[in-house]
């Protein structure tokens, strides 16, 4: 089992930027990938950016070279930095962690969730 705790979120303006992180306890040494996933209301989950335990990454074309993911593996915490926030970045966004090689868009593969944090981009 593995459990996982977001931080992070908030109000932000336009431009503006968040760190968002992912405490991770548990059987840590078992997972493959982590990932931000995110969800607009009105709409589906949809993929923001996986890392796997081996440090690749991957992006939506939507946020790619704003956003950067990284871990931490001293702590187990996966954090993501947000930069040039923009209005449609707004959503709830969560972490998910796999023992299995996921697909990016494939996030009902993931079996373990966070919580979720709002983040809430508007001036």
């Known amino acids: 089992q593995v459990q996982l705790v977001e931080s992070g979120g908030g109000l932000v303006q336009p431009g503006g930027s968040l760190r968002l992180s992912c405490a991770a306890s548990g059987s840590i040494f078992s997972i493959n990938v982590m990932g931000w996933y995110r969800q607009a209301p009105g709409k589906q989950r949809e993929l923001v950016a996986t890392i796997t335990s081996g440090g690749v990454t991957n992006y939506a074309d939507s946020v790619k070279g704003r956003f950067t993911i990284a871990i931490e593996n001293a702590n187990h915490t996966m954090w993501m930095q947000m930069n040039g926030l923009k209005s449609e970045d707004t959503a709830v966004y969560s972490c998910?962690?796999?023992?299995?090689?996921?697909?990016?868009?494939?996030?009902?593969?993931?079996?373990?969730w966070g919580q979720g944090t709002q983040v809430t981009v508007s001036s």
């Open positions: 998910a962690a796999s023992p299995l090689p996921v697909g990016s868009g494939d996030w009902f593969k993931y079996p373990y």
